[in-house]
């Protein structure tokens, strides 16, 4: 798992890195280094080793880093420390604000039932008006920061009504835990782990609030230079996804042992209205118009610093 630390050591080794060779084009990748999150298909596909041996025989090199959230990972692949990686729809939004070097380049959509805000069962907290002047936990640049605003919205609240804490979702499940929030905001499998505790009430769930955008973003160089690569990966992600769709209780018990999360927790997450590891794709029209929407929502609640032209970073695949 990579602490902030470990990222900051990344983005510093990759300086030089990404440097150009003066005089010439740079060579073809030898190594494919992805940012991953403990679930979904990227999850299975590196517990199959796929993609290793979809380019063993061109002698590239997979390697994999571990993070628990967008926010570091999309601050590694800015800088060049990673070439490929998933996140939320949140995250882009603060690495476009800033500067960072990367382009959306795939996505992928899972459950609006699996993101939530939780709250404990014996609160007085009984609806979404009843959050203000309460304590509300998420990770800001995170797509829980998303889903968190858009439920206070639909309550008539705004963000500034609550009192907003900047947790991880490992910090924020302790503090959860511990009474010292009243509220969290938070994505699977944290939400189907808190929501198997009796102790736990869902609030509500971003089921008709928010609409399930996840994306596969590459550095902006790694991406252009490498593009039928990126093409390979997305191929190969959609058909380990789709593969996983078909033999529903193998990957239930694959995704349980890459986790740790039990088999039953698993099985909820993997059940979910909408959920489907096999909707892997390059990026479609609807979802860039999302995203700017989107966007354009968190600069008018000053949320990022400036306007963002989501169009401006996506990348498209060559027409062969």
Do not use: C
Request: net charge neutral.
């Amino acid at each position: 798992m990579v602490t902030r630390r470990q990222t900051l050591g990344l983005i510093g080794a990759a300086a030089a890195a990404v440097l150009p060779i003066a005089g010439g084009a740079r060579a073809a990748a030898k190594e494919l280094r992805i940012g991953w999150q403990k679930n979904g298909v990227l999850a299975l596909a590196k517990s199959q080793g796929a993609l290793e041996k979809r380019f063993a025989d061109r002698g590239i090199k997979v390697s994999w880093s571990e993070f628990t959230s967008g926010p570091p990972l999309l601050e590694a692949l800015g800088a060049g420390a990673l070439d490929f990686g998933p996140t939320g729809d949140v995250p882009p939004l603060f690495a476009q604000a800033a500067r960072g070097n990367l382009l959306y380049v795939g996505t992928y959509r899972g459950s609006s039932q699996g993101s939530a805000v939780l709250i404990h069962k014996d609160s007085p907290i009984q609806k979404i008006e009843d959050l203000k002047g309460k304590k509300l936990a998420f990770k800001r640049g995170s797509s829980a920061h998303n889903v968190a605003v858009k439920v206070l919205r639909k309550g008539g609240l705004a963000p500034t009504d609550v009192t907003q804490l900047d947790l991880a979702p490992p910090d924020a499940a302790a503090a959860f835990k511990n009474g010292s929030i009243d509220a969290w905001s938070i994505w699977d499998p944290y939400t189907a782990i808190a929501e198997s505790d009796p102790q736990t009430r869902v609030l509500t769930t971003a089921e008709g609030i928010v609409d399930s955008w996840s994306y596969f973003l590459g550095n902006g160089d790694f991406a252009a230079e490498n593009g039928d690569l990126i093409v390979e990966v997305i191929d190969e992600l959609k058909k380990v996804g789709g593969a996983a769709q078909s033999n529903f209780d193998e990957t239930v018990k694959s995704i349980a042992s890459i986790t740790g999360v039990p088999e039953k927790v698993t099985k909820v997450v993997l059940s979910r209205r909408g959920a489907d590891l096999g909707a892997v794709s390059t990026v479609p029209d609807a979802a860039v118009q999302y995203q700017q929407a989107l966007a354009d929502e968190f600069y008018d609640l000053k949320i990022i610093p400036r306007k963002l032209e989501i169009s401006d970073i996506v990348w498209r695949p060559k027409a062969s």
